[in-house]
C-alpha cells in the first residue's frame, strides 16, 4: 500500500509539473490521458481520480491496517481508508477503526444462485465475502462525529440506522428498541436482551427448516425474522446462536481435530523445522480418478488422512467450509497486479506461527462438526406458530 500511495503522489507531481497552474475542471479533462493505469502499480478508482483532479496529494497511515474477513475462515489485511477503498457504505458506523470491538451477522445479498448462507465476524467484512455481497448486521452501531447526517429508518426495520451524530463518537446498540419490544411482547415475563434477539436471529437463520420455507422470499429480499411460539425454543435458538457465533468468530482458537498427520521420511510434527510447513497449494488426495475428501495433501513432506466425510456437510457461501480454507491457504499471485498473496506470510508475520495453516484446517473441522451438531439439534419450526 505504500508503495501505490507513492506512486499516486508522484503521478500528482509529474501532472503538476506537466501542466502547471490548472484548475480542477481543467485537471479533469487532463487526467485520462496523462495518467498511468498499469495495474501493477495503481488501481484507479473513480474516487481516487477526483482525489487526483483536486491536486491532493496523501501520507500511508499505519492506523489505517486493520484485520478483515475477507473470505469465510480466511483474514487478511485491509488498508481501512476512505481515500483509497472506493466503497466504504455504512462501514465506519460498524468498525470505525481498528479498537472498536463489534460482531457482525453477515448474510448473503439478494439474489444469491446459492440460496442465503450466513457467517459471522468481529472484524470488518470484505463485500464479497459472502455472495452477492455481503450483508452485515451489527451488535453495535457507533456514531462518528465528525460528520452530521440526518437518519432514515426503514419502517419495520429490526435493525437501527445511523443517527444525527453526537459531539463525541459513542456505542449504541444497533437492534432498536421497538424490535426488542416486539419479540418481548411475545413471550410475556421473559427477561430478553438486545444480545439475546441478536444472536436468536443468528441461530435461525441456521435452520434448514426455515431456509427451506422461505427460500422464495430469501432470494428476492432480505431475510424477514419472525418469531416462534413458545419461550423455550426462543431461548433454544439465541443459546444456539451463541454457541454457533462463538464458534464462528474463535474458529482459531477451537481444538484442532486429532486426525492422522504423516510426515515424510519417518519424521513427527515436532521433528519438522519452520520451512516444512510452507504450503503453497494444498490439494485433497485420489481415489481413481475421484477426489479422497478424507486425504489432504497439506504439501509435499505433510499428509492429513482420517478427515471425516460429514464435516463436509457445514456449508458457507456454496462450498464446505473446509474448501475455502483449501483454496485460499496457497500463494497466489494476481495476473492483473502482480500482488501475491501469500498465507505463509499471514502465518509468520501476524499468527507468529508457521503451522497456522495446517492447524486452521484441523480447526475448521472441528468447527464444521461442532457446527452441524448444534444445526440438528435446534427446534423444529412449526409455520402456524410463527409470527
Known sequence: MQRMIDFYNTEVLRFDAAY???NKKEREARLEAFIDTDPTKISWTRALKQEFAKNRTFSFNQECLIPSQYRPFTRQ????NRTFNE???QMPRIFPDAEAENMVI???????RNGVSVFFSKNLADLNCLEAGAQCFPLYLYDDPREVKTATQTQGSLFDSPAPQPKQRSRRDAITDEGLQHFQSAYPGELISKEDLFYYIYGLLHSEQYREWYADNLAKELPRIPRVKLAADFWAFSKAGRELAKLHVGYERV??????????GGKTLDDCQPQDFRVEKMRYGKNGKDKDLTTLHYNDKITVTGIPLEAYGYVVNGKPALDWVVERQCVKTDKDSGIVNDA????????HNPRYPLELFLRVITVSLETLKIVNALPTLVK????
Do not use: D, F, K
Not at 106 to 112: D, H, L
Not at 344 to 351: G, R
Open 344 to 351: 505463509n506470510a499471514w502465518a509468520l508475520e501476524t499468527m
Open 106 to 112: 453477515c448474510v448473503s445479498g439478494i439474489g444469491a
Open 77 to 80: 489485511w485491509l488498508y481501512y
Open 87 to 89: 466503497m466504504v457504505y
Open 20 to 22: 502547471p497552474g490548472l
Open 255 to 264: 481444538e484442532p481435530y486429532p486426525a492422522t498427520v504423516s510426515v515424510a
Open 384 to 387: 402456524e406458530e410463527l409470527s
